[in-house]
């Protein structure tokens, strides 16, 4: 009986060790101060191996960010792959690699005009961070990018916000993990925004820009790149929103500054002996300023008809113009008529798809813009 009562004894005390061991706890997690937080990455070419930077965030203490306990940081390393890179870096600090809060992946602009989509499936298998990244070119160096921070806070964040809120008026502009993932695998077209920074003569701060795009093929190959001006242009295709300005030019050479107040755009799309036809409509509803000169123009009939016939007569030329280098060379995803007809046309698509690229360059694209100027911005 002893011997029974010691061994039960001796079982209940292993069960409770095992149970304890079985917590949730930090026994397989790393302290807060072993962490590195990786709020930006960017990726440059290198000759053989790639140039990889992390923009961090590294806990001092266990204190709030108010009281200092945040250091921000870049730091570069090379690499033949991000997870080398990952390795390396957390040998070099001491500390894990956590990307859960990662909010921007940028792309050097040398390495954008190669084939980098190869890159983007080490962060593909994290589904929180595909969800809530965004993914964008930079002009120059994604090092020099996020070596550009003069503050205590991380450019990552400010750049991945001024995309979102830049594309808040009218979708399909910023780029996020999760979207590059899905047109990945669908082997579609797809563009990148391409963002700058630069600091500021006063104060130090960065100064981002939103400075174009870069449309690339179905492959990941380079197609192009798209200016600023048409970057905006491409806003305002974009379902429903506001834009930004819009400087015009009527008969008589005088340039006019508009607010872009709303834009509407519809397309189209039929089939005729096996050729896409698209239609698209454009309605722009903007606010006379000023002129360019700052002289003023008379508020009447006549004034508000020139700029009206102005702004639609020139966003319709740079549409067009828009449109013929979609067909030559960027690739329908710069206007979205690749999805529109796989949406409008299924049936089609599919038999079509894998020659999409060699019968969009065929295609018909007819364009008609109407301007309404809104009063009350006219200045006299």
């Given at each position: 009986?002893?011997?029974?009562?010691?061994?039960?004894?001796?079982?209940?005390?292993?069960?409770?060790?095992?149970?304890?061991?079985?917590?949730?706890?930090?026994?397989?997690?790393?302290?807060?101060?072993?962490?590195?937080?990786?709020?930006?990455?960017?990726?440059?070419?290198?000759?053989?191996?790639?140039?990889?930077?992390?923009?961090?965030?590294?806990?001092?203490?266990?204190?709030?960010?108010?009281?200092?306990?945040i250091q921000y940081?870049?730091?570069?390393?090379?690499?033949?792959?991000?997870?080398?890179?990952?390795?390396?870096?957390?040998?070099?600090?001491?500390?894990?690699?956590?990307?859960?809060?990662?909010?921007?992946?940028?792309?050097?602009?040398?390495?954008?005009?190669?084939?980098?989509?190869?890159?983007?499936?080490?962060?593909?298998?994290?589904?929180?961070?595909?969800?809530?990244?965004?993914?964008?070119?930079?002009?120059?160096?994604?090092?020099?990018?996020?070596?550009?921070?003069?503050?205590?806070?991380?450019?990552?964040?400010?750049?991945?916000?001024?995309?979102?809120?830049?594309?808040?008026?009218?979708?399909?502009?910023?780029?996020?993990?999760?979207?590059?993932?899905?047109?990945?695998?669908?082997?579609?077209?797809?563009?990148?925004?391409?963002?700058?920074?630069?600091?500021?003569?006063?104060?130090?701060?960065?100064?981002?820009?939103?400075?174009?795009?870069?449309?690339?093929?179905?492959?990941?190959?380079?197609?192009?790149?798209?200016?600023?001006?048409?970057?905006?242009?491409?806003?305002?295709?974009?379902?429903?929103?506001?834009?930004?300005?819009?400087?015009?030019?009527?008969?008589?050479?005088?340039?006019?500054?508009?607010?872009?107040?709303?834009?509407?755009?519809?397309?189209?799309?039929?089939?005729?002996?096996?050729?896409?036809?698209?239609?698209?409509?454009?309605?722009?509803?903007?606010?006379?300023?000023?002129?360019e000169s700052g002289?003023?123009?008379?508020?009447?009939?006549?004034?508000?008809?020139?700029?009206?016939?102005?702004?639609?007569?020139?966003?319709?030329?740079?549409?067009?113009?828009?449109?013929?280098?979609?067909?030559?060379?960027?690739?329908?995803?710069?206007?979205?008529?690749?999805?529109?007809?796989?949406?409008?046309?299924?049936?089609?698509?599919?038999?079509?798809?894998?020659?999409?690229?060699?019968?969009?360059?065929?295609?018909?694209?007819?364009?008609?813009?109407?301007?309404?100027?809104?009063?009350g911005g006219i200045?006299?």
């Amino acid at each position: 009986m002893y011997f029974i009562k010691r061994f039960t004894g001796i079982l209940m005390a292993a069960a409770g060790i095992f149970a304890l061991l079985t917590m949730t706890g930090c026994w397989d997690d790393a302290e807060i101060n072993g962490r590195a937080f990786v709020l930006g990455f960017g990726a440059d070419s290198g000759g053989e191996a790639y140039r990889f930077t992390f923009q961090l965030a590294i806990p001092v203490s266990g204190e709030s960010d108010s009281s200092g306990s945040i250091q921000y940081t870049s730091r570069t390393v090379e690499g033949r792959t991000p997870a080398a890179a990952v390795r390396t870096l957390e040998k070099d600090l001491g500390r894990q690699i956590n990307f859960e809060q990662l909010s921007l992946i940028v792309i050097g602009e040398r390495l954008s005009r190669k084939d980098f989509t190869g890159l983007t499936d080490y962060f593909f298998r994290r589904a929180s961070v595909r969800r809530q990244s965004c993914i964008a070119v930079c002009s120059g160096s994604a090092e020099a990018f996020f070596g550009s921070s003069a503050t205590d806070k991380a450019i990552s964040t400010e750049a991945a916000s001024a995309l979102q809120s830049y594309d808040a008026g009218s979708g399909g502009i910023a780029m996020n993990l999760f979207l590059l993932y899905r047109i990945l695998v669908n082997r579609d077209e797809f563009f990148l925004p391409k963002i700058s920074a630069a600091a500021e003569d006063a104060g130090g701060k960065a100064l981002l820009t939103l400075s174009g795009a870069s449309a690339y093929g179905r492959e990941g190959q380079f197609r192009g790149d798209l200016s600023e001006e048409e970057l905006e242009l491409l806003r305002l295709t974009r379902g429903s929103g506001t834009g930004g300005s819009l400087t015009v030019q009527d008969g008589s050479g005088n340039r006019y500054c508009c607010q872009v107040r709303q834009s509407d755009c519809s397309v189209k799309c039929t089939i005729a002996d096996g050729t896409p036809e698209f239609r698209m409509k454009l309605e722009l509803v903007i606010l006379p300023l000023d002129t360019e000169s700052g002289k003023g123009f008379g508020h009447s009939d006549d004034a508000q008809t020139s700029i009206e016939q102005s702004a639609e007569d020139t966003v319709k030329k740079r549409l067009q113009a828009l449109a013929d280098r979609s067909r030559d060379s960027l690739g329908s995803s710069v206007l979205g008529l690749q999805d529109v007809i796989r949406q409008r046309q299924p049936d089609w698509y599919a038999l079509h798809q894998k020659d999409w690229e060699r019968i969009y360059p065929a295609s018909e694209i007819t364009i008609t813009v109407n301007c309404t100027a809104a009063g009350g911005g006219i200045t006299k």
